[in-house]
Nanobody, 124 residues
């Protein structure tokens, strides 16, 4: 699976950006896709995720009500609409695709694929 992100940039606080992530390759067996971010000196954290099929979504508390994740299955692309951006949203944003495999007897394994990252900078 290959993931290509776009849409990052510099924006003032209160502004909006939309990130896109296009998946290619063996995308048929992807179980979920999402966005993570990593700020300098901090660990990478989940921002939002969306499952295949039911398209259930999950958000970090810090972005609920401001960010929206969506997907276009025909284009194998997910989006992250980011509104009311804050300086603390500044980070490198990474697209993630996850495949979950069940091998029986409780043996469940996740296989993660990552994009190259896109910088989002929010100025105060």
């Amino acid at each position: 699976v290959q993931l290509v992100e776009s849409g990052g940039g510099l924006v003032q606080a209160g502004g909006s950006l939309r990130l896109s992530c296009a998946a290619s390759g063996d995308t048929f067996t992807i179980n979920a896709m999402g966005w993570y971010r990593q700020a300098p000196g901090k660990q990478r954290e989940l921002v939002a995720a969306i499952t295949s099929g039911e398209e259930s979504t999950n958000y970090a508390d810090s972005v609920k009500g401001r960010f929206t994740i969506s997907r276009d299955n025909a284009k194998n692309t997910i989006y992250l609409q980011m509104n009311s951006l804050k300086p603390e949203d500044t980070a490198v944003y990474y697209c993630n695709a996850r495949k979950t495999r069940y091998y029986g007897l409780g043996d469940v394994r996740d296989y993660d694929y990552w994009g190259q990252g896109t910088q989002v900078t929010v100025s105060s």
